[in-house]
């Protein structure tokens, strides 16, 4: 069964710290990897998103991700956050073939000023 | 324009009633989805469906009832409502392309529940 892994449930940074939040899945075939973003009572919204080709994706807001095949991984990064990035962030899977997407449990990020 | 919308914001209930909750989507999209995310944020599939064919049914009790009139709206029925009900339920959309794969999906605001 496909599962995705957030290994920090909760991560406190102060302002123009640096950010990495780790993903990762299990599933040996190929995937469709997402970053989506929930700021408190907010709907979820995409951060970024990878398919195919380059594996260093660039998304909104100053925020990145690596899929490394060879690790399962697809961890979020951002150089220097500010006090707007708090909010919830989930990583998804969807494995290619599969018409489901498989959410993380999610990392609350607290950025204090 | 609202591209995903969710009716009420907002539903405080009482055991055993029956209630729905109205999703709608004018991005074109041919797909729909409906969530649940529990009180540890924890978000899991109940259904999908595609052209307004039930696509994802997941371990999802039968008082539970999609409905889908049109590829636009997808709405959930509740029957007999229990206390472990009491979530946040989101509906999301996405353009099929015909690969079984999943694309983009766009949420709504969601719904939150409330079951006394």
């Known amino acids: 069964a496909q599962s995705v892994s957030q290994h920090n449930h909760h991560v406190i940074l102060s302002e123009a710290a640096s950010l990495e939040l780790g993903c990762n899945y299990s599933?040996?075939?190929?995937?469709?990897l997402f970053w989506y973003v929930q700021y408190p009572g907010q709907h979820l919204q995409l951060l970024l998103k990878?398919?195919?080709?380059?594996?260093l994706v660039k998304g909104i807001k100053g925020f990145e991700a690596e899929f490394i095949k060879s690790k399962f991984s697809f961890n979020l990064r951002k150089p220097s956050v500010q006090w707007s990035d708090t909010a919830e962030y989930f990583c998804?899977?969807?494995?290619?073939?599969?018409?489901?997407?498989?959410f993380g449990a999610g990392t609350r990020l607290a950025v204090h000023p | 324009d609202t591209a995903v919308s969710q009716t009420p914001k907002y539903l405080v209930t009482q055991m055993g009633n029956d209630k729905s909750i109205k999703c709608e989507q004018n991005l074109g999209h041919d797909t729909m989805y409906w969530y649940k995310q529990d009180s540890k944020k924890f978000l899991k599939i109940m259904f999908s469906?595609?052209?307004?064919?039930?696509?994802i049914n997941e371990t999802v009790p039968n008082r539970f009832s999609p409905k889908s009139p049109d590829k636009a709206h997808l709405n959930l029925h509740i029957n007999s409502l229990e206390l472990g009900d009491s979530a946040v339920y989101f509906c999301?959309?996405?353009?099929?392309?015909?690969?079984?794969?999943?694309?983009?999906?766009?949420f709504g605001p969601g719904t939150r529940l409330l079951v006394l």
């Open positions: 999301a959309s996405s353009q099929d392309r015909g690969s079984r794969s999943v694309e983009t999906q766009y």
């Open positions: 469906y595609n052209n307004k064919e039930l696509i």
């Open positions: 599933y040996g075939g190929t995937v469709n």
């Open positions: 998804a899977v969807n494995a290619r073939g599969y018409n489901k997407l498989i």
């Open positions: 990878y398919f195919s080709g380059d594996p």
